[in-house]
């Protein structure tokens, strides 16, 4: 078992890693398919607006800007990039640390698909699973494939992690002594 701090690097590691396959997955769909990538600022924007109780708009492109909202987005993406990575290791345990499977972080992040479809695309004005964009099957189908590679990148992240931080094998866990 990891000792805390360990368990929480290498989720914090995990949820990074897994984050940035899945944004490295939406510049390559971008270069090699014209799939536009995700705008984060728009994310920004309605996280910027929370403090005045606006929660839910009918156009995120309409509402007033807010200061910083690219950088506030992007942190966002991430932020919640770790959580998901938390929320998968509290799922499926320890082991996708330190013996990853390709099969559950794959499951779980087509899973996670369900807070764009269900929180934030309604919150923007999209509608339920983008119903409201002219073409709402080709944003479900980018919202699943990147999700598909978020979860692709867990494994990715995982399998990394396991390799370039071994338990037993001077990992922080194994330097102290339970007497020390």
């Given amino acids: 078992m990891?000792?805390?701090?360990?368990?929480?690097l290498r989720i914090v590691l995990l949820g990074l890693g897994a984050t940035a396959f899945m944004d490295l997955w939406a510049i390559a769909a971008?270069?090699?398919f014209g799939v536009p990538q995700s705008n984060f600022a728009l994310v920004g924007r309605w996280l910027g607006h929370m403090p005045d109780g606006m929660f839910v708009h009918d156009?995120?492109?309409k509402v007033t800007l807010v200061t910083n909202e690219a950088a506030l987005g992007w942190t966002a993406?991430?932020?919640?990039?770790v959580i998901f990575a938390a929320v998968f290791v509290a799922l499926a345990g320890e082991r996708q640390l330190l013996q990853p499977g390709p099969i559950a972080p794959i499951v779980f992040g087509l899973?996670?698909?369900?807070a764009p479809f269900f929180i934030l695309q309604p919150a923007l004005g999209l509608g339920?699973?983008?119903a409201n964009k002219?073409?709402?099957d080709a944003a479900r189908l980018k919202s699943l494939m990147s999700h598909f590679s978020f979860g692709l990148g867990l494994y990715i992240a995982a399998y990394a992690?396991?390799?370039?931080?071994p338990k037993g094998r001077g990992s922080v866990s194994d330097q102290v002594s339970p007497a020390e």
């Fill in 2 to 8: 990891l000792n805390r701090n360990e368990l929480i």
């Fill in 30 to 32: 971008d270069a090699l």
């Fill in 59 to 61: 156009s995120i492109r």
């Fill in 77 to 81: 993406h991430y932020i919640v990039g």
């Fill in 111 to 114: 899973i996670t698909v369900v």
């Fill in 128 to 130: 339920i699973m983008a």
């Fill in 134 to 136: 002219p073409n709402p």
């Fill in 161 to 165: 992690l396991s390799r370039l931080m």
